[in-house]
Each structure stands twice: as structure tokens, then as C-alpha cells.
């Protein structure tokens, strides 16, 4: 072949990629920027606790998200799954404790049987959906939209309506371990493990080449049922985590909780690097997207109290997300261009 | 001379560290055919690209038809006839034939509603003008890939072209579809005046088909002139710059030994009609035959992806029940596929990657963790093995040139090791003297005790590595011909006649 010498095998690699850098690089400009203009205020340790609580409400459902698209499919019934795991959870406690705590069984059993609870109920969700994708292969964008009504609607058939209050979990949501937020811990856990499956083990690779291109994955000899199937079932034990968290947090469960946590954790896993087809998408980009999405909500809501105390901050939450979205949507086309 | 329709002087190109081209220049004289050849990885695919203003040169000027050209977008090529026909057809799979030819004009003519009517005269007019006769209703993803080509020169000439550039074209094309479309484009030329550059591995075809050659080796220019001052030896060494020879397989098979693979009566949809044959350890057998003839459906079907209605298949003397390919990669069997955009290779992932992707379960360590050490390894070994040009396997397939890509879904497959390797069309858009190189491999892995069956449209490579060739025709093996007894002429016959 060629008698010239072999071309030199030098590292292209960096430790992120060029959008993980950007993303990095506005991540700590939206802290930075709220830091100077609200002095004394954002930038406090309460603030930053009070942030590290919050964050995993959503943050770790974002997650299952991530998991879903980087098959090239989505998963729309998270925030029903987490309710249903919540009230079952939070029943669970009740039913063995009593509301007040005095019940027949001890908590020190009461509270794993009520989390094993909850994280079983995902389990069954995340089955049922990886089932209807993969063996009767509805499209997951239509399969988990169906299944999200149901859950959610088992959810009102078992409370019958109303939350059900138990304040049994709140050493989770509001306790710390060493001065640092437990719920933030279990936020950091699950970012590890994430980094482990989908990194480290041959499932975690499938995942990606699967969501690359379903045919080639086929040829390739690569299980795709039972790779949608544990995909699916690995969203629902995560979603169910964060119905443990919904119910810790918020000392209650109930049916409706969370509503704008699934096109949030959408937006978070497209700021994030995840690809609608699927195939890419890193654990890093995510974390990067939960954080900007905090900072940017806690600091607006600061910044719109003192300016003007009035409901528009909700509004203005909102829109600020999907300005941030879009601009890094068209930030991202003008680089692709140059590149050329 | 006064007959250029283009001229580019001192062309270089780099990407993220490699050197594309550097300094090539090239002339394309109005109405006449001329093909660019090179090894792969030579850059011809990217000073494609650069003419069509796809990407932007590093350096050199651009003159075309007395115009130099500073910067150039794909629009401004458009413009003055440049038209390319890229390897995936850049068609729609979805829409229909007619709307595939037509639409881009109702778009351009700034319509906001489209008339149907309008849509389908105009592309009846454009495959008239070529004069094929293609159904204009049927969606373009169901049409043959021959079919498809036909569709984007018509659509090339709707739109004035005065330069056709078709990266590859014959390499999915069986003799006589070569044979159809070259007709078509002589018409185009005599009667319309219209430029072809063609890029081709196919060697003979090149001396038979181009008045103007121009040879590229590592992104420079070899040589450029008329198509009498070459011949095969020329042009291989121009290439290669040294020259090859190819001997036969010789293999002797051990009639003691039980056959690795038996195939008895075997019917299978959608068209299989009792197939025979057995394939020793050590063989490398040839499958050929027309399109249609049932040789793909045949390894589909010992792959396990077609349904099998009776007949037995017996691997290792144990008979075997294929209801899945999963099946058949239990059973040691591995499957080169004939389309490696689609089915071979995960394009936007990393070449290491997809290197890895059968064999990944046995790259494990502690934990059952995949160990990126074991990963790497066997990554470097098999890029260092099937000498792919690449900078860093870490960068994605796409950025490999096509005969690398191939390279790659053979790595894929050789990493697993299996007992029985079916390659369709193993050296599809490989350069000759790569291709010889991946014979002598295939012959060493036979030599190892592997048994290959190769299915190909190239019969002087079947003469090369086969020691028997098995002929099909309408889903059945017709003749056993034993490779020692035969000659590339003997075989084209056969295959022709009905
Ligand atoms: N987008 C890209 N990024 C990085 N390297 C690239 C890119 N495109 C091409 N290259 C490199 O440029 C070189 C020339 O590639 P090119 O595709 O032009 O080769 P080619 O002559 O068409 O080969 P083949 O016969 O295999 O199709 C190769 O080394 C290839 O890896
Ligand atoms: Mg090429």
C-alpha cells in the first residue's frame, strides 16, 4: 500500500467534548452572573442548600429520560410512574405505622419495606413500557403517553384524590449527612451509577449502539428486546427513586405532583447534548444541564422577588428555560456551520 | 486549452490533523468522461466535495468556466452545472419518484402550493429526456439501487447540468446494470455535452469507459492524461506506486474431514428453492450470480434472518435450528452485509466502537466491567491488521473514507472469530491493492481453519481466492464450478445465460 510512513496516531481526545466545554463554560457564567447581581443572596451557603435539595426533584428523573432518548425513544410516564411509587410508598408507611407513627410495625422496618415498595412499583412500570415497546413495539413516544394516563390514573384510584401526608421520610428530604443535603447525595449516586452502566457494561454500550442504528445493531447480532426492555425497566426504578424523593421532600404524596417535570427534564436532556434520535449523550452534559436549569430558576426567582414581587416570576422561570435552550439550539448550528 | 470547463490548481485540504490534499491539480474538459482514480484514502471523495462547494478548500484556486472562484457554497456550483451524485443518492426514501425529481424545482420556483399534475410531468419529461422508463408512484426507497441512480441523473439534468461527478457509482451494480447506465450517460454526453468524472475502483471499468484519467495517491497528484496513455499495469502502479500481482487460491480440501457447514434441500422464503452444498474447514467458497438470483436471500437465510420452510442445515455435524441471527452467531456463524451504510456499521460512533461491538462481552474485567485496556487493544490490533487510515480510532466511522469504513465492518466481524464467515461483497469499494491484501488475509484465516463463503459480483476476485464457485439462478444453486477448471469469460457466459 502506501510507501509513505503510516500516519501519526496522535489523540484527538479531549476530557469533554467542544459542547460539554460550552455548556460548562455557560453553566458557571449563569452562577457567576447571579452571584454578582444579587449579592449576599445567591451566593450563600442556605442558597445553596436550599438549590441542592431542590435539584433532584427533577434531576434525577432527568436521568430516566437520558436513558430512554439515547435509545432513540423517550419515556413521557416518569412523573406517573414516581406518583404511583410515592403513594404506594407513602401508603405502605401509613398503612404499617399509622399516620402518626404509632402504628404496629417499627419504622426501622417500615421505612426500607416503603422504599422497596415504591422502587418495585417502578420496576413494574418501567417493565410494562419496555414491554409494549420492545415486544409489541408501539413507539415510545405513544406507548409511555398511554401508560403515563394510566399510572396516573391508578394513582387517583388508590388515594381516591387527596395527598397522602406522612412526614415519615422527611429525615431524607430535609436531613443532611456531614452538613451536605441527603436528597443531593442520592442525586450524586445515581450520577455514579449512571456513569458505571452506561460507560462500563456491555448493557450501558448497547444503549448507545442500539440508538445509533437499530438496523446495524440488528446485524450486529445485539438483543434490541432486551435492551429496550431494561432500558425502559432501569427508567422506571429511577423514576420510582424520585417518588421516594417527591414523597421525602414534600411530606406528602399525591397523584398530580410534578406535572412540568417531563418537558423539563425533555429540555434538560436536549440542553444536556442528548440526541432526540438517540446514540449520544453523556452523564456529564446532563449534570451540567440540571445545575444551569437550578441556578437559573433559584437566581430568576431572586432576581423577579426584588424587583418586582409579583406571580410573573413563574412565567418568567419558564421562558427563561426555553430562551436558554434555544440559544444554545442556535449556538450549536452556528459552530456545526463553521466547522465545515 | 481552450476546452476546460474547469481547472483547480493546488487544491489542499486538512481535517483536525490529516491531510486530506495537498496540492492537486485537476482539469475537466466540457463532454468528455473522466475518472479519478486512487487508493483508499487518497482524497478523492473530499476534492469531490470541494468542487461541489460541499467543503471549503485550505488553498488553491477554483476556475470555472472562466470564472475564478474565491469562496464557493453548494448553491454557487449548482449554479454553473455542477451536479453530484454522492454514494447514499442524497434522495428521499419516502417520497415518491416523481416527487423526488420534480420537487426541488416547485421549491426553487418559489411556489407555495404544489401542483401534483405539475410534479408529475415534469419528472415523466426528465426520465423521458434520459429515455428510462422508471414508475413515477412507487416510493424511491423500494426502488434497486441501478434505479435510484438513474432517478438522480435525471434529477441532475432537470437542472441544467453541465458536469456530472458520481462518487462511486458502480460499486452496488451488477454487469449489465453498468452497462444500462453508461448507455444513458454516452446519450447525455453526445447529445447534451454534458462533463462526467467518475469515481471508480473497478479498473476495467475505468480503461473502458473514461477518455481522461487522472490518478491521485495520498492527496496529491500522480498523473492526469488521456485514456490511451494507460493500461491496468499503469494505472496500479500510478495508484499503488508499485505494481501487484494476484495469484489463485490453492487449496486441496481434506475430503477426510466432516464439513463445517451442510446445506440440504433448503427451502426458504422468500424465494430459496432447494439449495446443497457443504462447506469444509479451510474452503473459501464463491457464491455468484445476477441480481435476484437469490445469493443474498441464501445468506440471509444461514444467517438466520430469513424463514426457513424445510430443509437442514448441519454445523460441526450437529443440525442446527436458525430462528434468529442470534441463533446463528451461537453457532459460529458471522455475516459481512452487503450495505454497509445501513446494516454494517454505526456511522456517527467510533471506529474503536464498532470494532468492538460483537465481541465486547469477552472485553470484560473485574466486575464485569468492559475494561477500556482489553477495548483498546483489540482495537489497535485489528486497526493495525486491516491497516485503516485513521488518526484516532476515537473519531467516528464517518470520517474514514468508504474503503475504510469496509475495513471496519470486516474487524468487526473478524474480532469475534467465527467458525463460518458468509462475506457479501467483502471488498466492495476497496482499492486493488488493499483488496489484495484482504484476500491474503481471508486466505490466511482459511488456512486457520475458518470456512468462508464469499458472495461477490467480482468474478477475477472469486478466481483469486475461491477453490470452488457456486453458481445461483432464480433461488438455486445451478453449477459447482471448480475454480481450476475455469476462467473470468467462462463464468460471465454462464451467468448470462438463462
Ligand atoms: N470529515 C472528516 N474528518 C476527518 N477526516 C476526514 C474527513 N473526511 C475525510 N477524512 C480523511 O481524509 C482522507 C481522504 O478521504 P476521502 O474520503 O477523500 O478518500 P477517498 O479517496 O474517497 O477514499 P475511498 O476510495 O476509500 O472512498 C482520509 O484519510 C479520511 O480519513
Ligand atoms: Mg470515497
Known amino acids: 500500500m502506501d510507501q509513505t510512513a503510516p500516519p501519526k496516531r496522535m489523540s484527538l481526545r479531549l476530557p469533554f467534548d467542544f459542547y460539554t466545554l460550552r455548556l460548562f463554560i455557560i453553566t458557571l457564567a449563569i452562577f457567576i452572573a447571579f452571584s454578582v447581581l444579587l449579592p449576599g443572596k445567591f451566593l450563600t451557603v442556605l442558597n445553596m442548600k436550599s438549590m441542592a435539595v431542590q435539584l433532584p426533584e427533577f434531576g434525577i428523573l432527568a436521568f430516566a429520560i437520558m436513558i430512554t432518548m439515547l435509545t432513540g425513544g423517550i419515556d413521557l410516564s416518569i412523573v406517573g410512574t414516581a406518583n404511583l411509587s410515592a403513594i404506594v410508598a407513602a401508603m405502605i408507611l401509613t398503612g404499617l405505622t399509622g399516620a402518626d407513627g404509632t402504628g404496629g410495625v417499627p419504622l426501622a422496618a417500615a421505612i426500607p419495606l416503603s422504599m422497596l415498595g415504591a422502587l418495585l412499583v417502578g420496576s413494574i412500570c418501567g417493565l410494562f413500557n419496555g414491554f409494549l415497546v420492545s415486544r409489541i413495539g408501539i413507539t415510545p413516544i405513544l406507548a409511555t403517553l398511554g401508560t403515563g394516563a394510566i399510572y396516573t390514573g391508578l394513582s387517583f384510584v388508590l388515594t381516591g384524590g387527596p395527598a397522602i401526608t406522612t412526614t415519615q421520610l422527611a429525615f431524607i428530604g430535609n436531613g443532611s449527612l456531614l452538613g451536605v443535603p441527603i436528597p443531593i447525595i442520592i442525586f450524586f449516586v445515581v450520577v455514579i451509577i449512571s456513569v458505571v452502566i452506561l460507560n462500563r457494561t456491555v448493557f450501558g454500550f448497547n444503549v448507545y449502539m442500539l440508538g445509533t442504528n437499530p438496523k446495524a445493531a440488528l446485524f450486529s447480532g445485539i438483543n434490541s428486546d432486551r435492551v429496550l426492555l431494561g432500558t425502559y425497566w432501569l427508567a422506571g426504578v429511577i423514576a420510582g427513586l424520585a417518588g421516594i424523593i417527591f414523597l421525602a421532600r414534600t411530606n406528602s404524596a399525591k397523584p398530580d405532583f410534578g406535572s412540568s417535570f417531563i418537558l423539563l427534564t425533555v429540555l434538560i436532556a436536549i440542553l444536556g447534548g442528548v440526541s432526540y434520535t438517540g446514540g449520544f449523550g453523556t452523564v456529564v452534559g446532563l449534570v451540567l444541564a440540571v445545575l444551569s436549569i437550578q441556578f437559573l430558576s433559584t437566581g430568576l426567582n431572586m432576581l423577579m422577588l426584588e424587583l418586582f414581587p409579583s406571580s410573573a416570576a413563574i412565567f418568567f422561570r419558564q421562558f427563561a428555560w426555553g430562551g436558554l435552550l434555544l440559544g444554545v439550539m442556535v449556538l450549536n448550528y452556528y459552530t456545526e456551520k463553521r466547522k465545515r | ?498
Open chain 2, 1 to 498: 486549452m481552450t476546452n476546460a470547463f474547469l481547472r483547480l490548481t493546488g487544491i489542499s485540504k486538512s481535517f483536525a490533523g490529516v491531510q486530506a490534499l495537498r496540492d492537486v491539480d485537476l482539469t475537466i474538459e466540457r463532454g468528455r468522461v473522466h475518472c479519478l482514480v486512487g487508493e483508499n484514502g487518497s482524497g478523492k471523495s473530499t476534492l469531490i466535495k470541494i468542487i461541489a462547494g460541499v467543503y471549503q478548500r485550505d488553498t488553491g484556486e477554483y476556475v470555472i468556466d472562466g470564472k475564478n472562484l474565491a469562496r464557493l457554497q453548494p448553491i454557487d456550483a449548482i449554479r454553473e452545472g455542477v451536479q453530484v451524485i454522492y454514494q447514499d443518492f442524497s434522495l428521499f426514501p419516502n417520497l415518491t419518484v416523481a416527487e423526488n425529481i420534480a420537487l426541488n424545482e416547485e421549491v426553487a420556483e418559489g411556489r407555495r402550493w404544489v401542483n401534483w399534475q405539475q410534479v408529475r410531468n415534469v419528472a415523466a419529461d426528465a426520465l423521458a429526456q434520459i429515455e428510462v422508463n422508471i414508475p413515477l408512484d412507487v416510493t424511491v426507497g423500494e426502488v434497486s439501487v441501478a434505479n435510484k441512480q438513474l432517478i438522480a441523473v435525471a434529477k441532475a439534468m432537470r437542472q441544467n447540468a453541465r458536469l456530472i461527478i458520481m462518487d462511486e457509482p458502480t460499486t452496488a451494480l451488477t454487469e449489465r446494470e453498468i452497462r444500462a447506465l453508461f448507455s444513458v450517460l454516452r446519450k447525455l454526453q453526445e447529445r447534451d455535452g454534458v462533463a462526467f468524472l467518475f469515481v471508480s475502483h473497478k479498473l476495467d471499468e475505468v480503461l473502458s469507459i473514461s477518455e481522461k484519467i487522472i490518478v491521485i495517491r495520498n492527496g496529491k497528484t500522480v498523473s492526469e492524461g488521456e485514456r490511451d496513455e494507460y493500461d491496468r499495469a499503469r494505472l496500479v502502479y500510478d495508484m499503488t506506486g508499485h505494481s501487484i500481482t494476484e495469484k489463485s487460491y490453492d487449496f486441496e480440501p481434506d475430503l477426510s474431514q466432516p464439513p463445517l457447514l451442510k446445506v440440504e434441500n433448503l427451502n426458504a422464503e422468500p424465494m430459496l428453492n432447494d439449495i446443497n452444498f457443504e462447506l469444509r474447514a479451510g474452503e473459501i467458497v464463491g457464491v455468484t450470480g445476477l441480481l435476484g438470483s437469490g445469493r443474498t436471500e441464501l445468506a440471509l437465510a444461514l444467517y438466520g434472518m430469513q424463514p426457513i420452510k424445510s430443509g437442514r442445515i448441519t454445523i460441526d455435524q450437529k443440525p442446527v435450528d436458525l430462528r434468529s441471527n442470534r441463533d446463528a452467531i451461537a453457532h459460529g456463524i458471522g455475516y459481512v452485509p452487503e450495505d454497509r451504510l445501513s446494516e454494517g456499521l454505526f456511522l456517527e460512533q467510533s471506529i474503536a466502537k464498532n470494532v468492538v461491538v460483537r465481541t465486547i462481552e469477552s472485553l470484560r474485567g473485574s466486575l464485569g466491567l468492559t475494561d477500556p485496556a482489553k477495548i483498546s487493544g483489540q482495537v489497535s490490533q485489528w486497526v493495525d491488521a486491516l491497516r485503516i487510515k485513521t488518526a484516532d480510532p476515537a473519531l467516528p466511522v464517518n470520517t474514514l473514507s468508504g474503503g475504510n469504513q469496509q475495513r471496519v465492518v470486516l474487524a468487526k466481524w473478524l474480532a469475534s472469530n467465527p467458525k463460518v464467515m458468509i462475506l457479501n461483497g467483502p471488498t466492495v469499494g476497496v482499492d486493488v491493492g488493499s483488496k489484495e491484501e484482504l484476500h491474503n488475509l481471508m486466505k490466511k484465516l482459511a488456512g486457520e481453519g475458518m470456512g468462508l463463503l464469499v458472495i461477490s459480483d467480482d468474478i477475477p476476485e472469486l478466481l483469486g481466492t475461491c477453490n470452488r464457485i457456486l453458481l445461483m439462478r432464480n433461488g438455486t444453486i445451478v453449477e459447482e464450478i471448480n475454480t481450476k477448471e475455469t476462467n473470468e469469460n467462462k463464468i460471465s457466459s454462464k451467468l448470462i445465460e438463462d
